[in-house]
Every structure is written in C-alpha cells, then in structure tokens.
C-alpha cells in the first residue's frame, strides 16, 4: 500500500528566506505527483502537477522536481512570503487502473513578516 | 465562474441519521472524487466516479453511499453505519482528457452531536 511522507510536518522561517519542502513515497510505481496549499478551514488548492515522466515543474516562485526511482519530491519556495503561509500537502496518483490521490499529512509553514 | 460548490459548509448531524452532502461542479470534468481530512491525517479516499452511472470505492468507502446520475453531480451520503463521520469533507474533479490535475471545492464541516 502507497504511503506518503511529507517533512517537517512544520517549519517557521523569516521573510526572504528561501524554502524546501520534502515529500517521500513507498511505491515508486506511480503515475504522477501533486502540490496543493491548503489555507486554514479552506479547500485544496493545486500548484503543481509532474507526470511521472517528468523530472521538475516550475510556476512562478515554486519549483518542484520528482525523483520516481528513488520515491522523492522537494518543493522549493523562493523568496517566501508571509502570504505563503499555509499547509503544503503531497499527493501521489498511483500507476495502473486505480484512480485517486494518497496523500501526505502535510507541512505547516509559517513565514515571520 | 466555473468551480466546485459544495453545500452546506457546515453540517449538524445527530447519531443514528443519514445525511447527504452535495457537490457539483460546472467544469465539465469527467472524474469526481470524495475525500475525508481529519485533524492531523492526510486527507483519504472515500469514493470516486470516472463517469456517469458508474464509481469506485476508496479506501474507507465503509459507512458512505454515493451516486453519480449526473455528471455534474456527485452527492455524498454518510449513513448511520459510518461509526466517526466528525469531518471535513472534501469534493474534487479531474477534466482526465488533457490534464490530471484534481481540482477542489471548499469542503463540508459534518459533526455529529
């Protein structure tokens, strides 16, 4: 069974700083890997999305690279901000027919004006 | 606007009901998907529908009915049978044909009292 582990599940950084985030997977057999942010009481929301052919995504300020031979992703945050602060959650689509995320239990990141 | 909605954002249960939680969406995506967050777990599969008249159970599908008669529509029962059904309860959609990012609503607070 996928598990994904996602850490630190919690990190307070000063503005400016640049960040990385990490994110581990069991099985490596999977068929893509999602970013999301979650504000406080908020629904998900996507950042990035890498097929599992692919090596990095990149969107503005967020880098994220996918490492499938060894079950790894970073994601990257430069420059943070205090409107960053929220909870990252990793999600994995596994290979074959099933469909659906399994999911990391997420950092809390807390950037300091 | 195109999205998800998902009514009511909070939801009052007592022990022994059935209750329904609605989601829809106007994206015209074709798979829809039920997750369940509780405080400090990732967020889980419940159930998940590819396509019209047809879905999937997740991974802790025990307690949960849904239906997908529609494919804008894909409501969620939590029945008396669920034994913890205290919380957040997340609705998504995937368009499936040009991307698989899974897009999400703003959730349903359920407590029973």
């Known amino acids: 069974k996928q598990e994904v582990t996602q850490i630190p599940a919690a990190l307070s950084v000063p503005e400016g700083e640049n960040l990385v985030l990490n994110c581990s997977f069991t099985d490596s057999a999977i068929y893509n890997l999602q970013w999301f942010r979650q504000d406080p009481g908020k629904g998900l929301t996507s950042l990035l999305l890498i097929q599992s052919s692919q090596r990095e995504q990149t969107s503005g300020r967020l880098n994220a690279s996918l490492d499938k031979s060894s079950g790894r992703s970073t994601l990257y945050i430069a420059a943070s901000q205090p409107g960053d602060s929220a909870t990252y959650l990793c999600a994995v689509r596994g290979g074959g027919g099933a469909d659906g995320l399994t999911f990391g239990k997420g950092t809390h990141l807390i950037i300091q004006p | 606007d195109g999205g998800i909605t998902q009514s009511p954002k909070y939801l009052f249960r007592k022990e022994g009901q059935n209750v329904t939680l609605s989601c829809e969406q106007n994206l015209n995506h074709d798979a829809m998907y039920w997750y369940r967050q509780d405080p400090g777990q990732g967020l889980r599969l419940i159930y998940y529908?590819?396509?019209?008249?047809?879905?999937q159970k997740g991974d802790i599908a025990e307690g949960y009915s849904v239906s997908r008669e529609k494919k804008e529509s894909f409501p969620l029962t939590v029945t008396s049978a669920q034994k913890n059904p205290t919380a957040f309860y997340l609705c998504?959609?995937?368009?499936?044909?040009?991307?698989?990012?899974?897009?999400f609503g703003p959730g349903t607070r359920l407590t029973v009292l």
């Open positions: 998504a959609s995937r368009e499936g044909r040009h991307t698989d990012t899974q897009y």
């Open positions: 529908s590819q396509i019209v008249n047809d879905f």
